[in-house]
């Protein structure tokens, strides 16, 4: 399980470092952007957990952020409130996919792909 978690961050903190010193690609921005929203997914499930919750909320408007300064100029960029955000959402992360099971991290996937799909058909 530890190596499982350790392929998965290194994938992850990859990512990171690279949005962090500017060649970071929209690819990046998009696996961290799903991690961060399966942690609040799971941190929800979790319950009793506003603190957390919170943390992953601000790396999310920070993602948003990164992808509207990706829209004007052509790649992610992150501000420096949103390069802070964003790193301690991938922080969090870790804590909550060390912390679950696999199962629990499935059924957080599941339900961010359900609520994905209904946003979807909203928009449509």
Known sequence: RR??????????????????EGNGTMRDLAR?????????????QIGNTPEVEAILRDAGEAINEAQG?????????????????????VDAFETILAA?????????EEELSRFMRRAERRAA
Do not use: F, W
């Open 100 to 108: 679950s099971s696999p199962r629990q991290m499935h059924n957080a």
């Open 69 to 89: 300064i990706c829209e004007r100029h052509g790649r992610p960029g992150l501000t420096g409130l949103g390069r802070q955000a964003i790193a301690a959402g």
């Open 3 to 20: 190596a499982a978690v350790a392929k998965l961050m290194i994938e992850t903190r990859g990512a990171l470092i690279r949005l962090l």
């Open 32 to 44: 961290i952007g799903t991690d961060i929203n399966v942690a609040y997914i799971r941190a929800e």
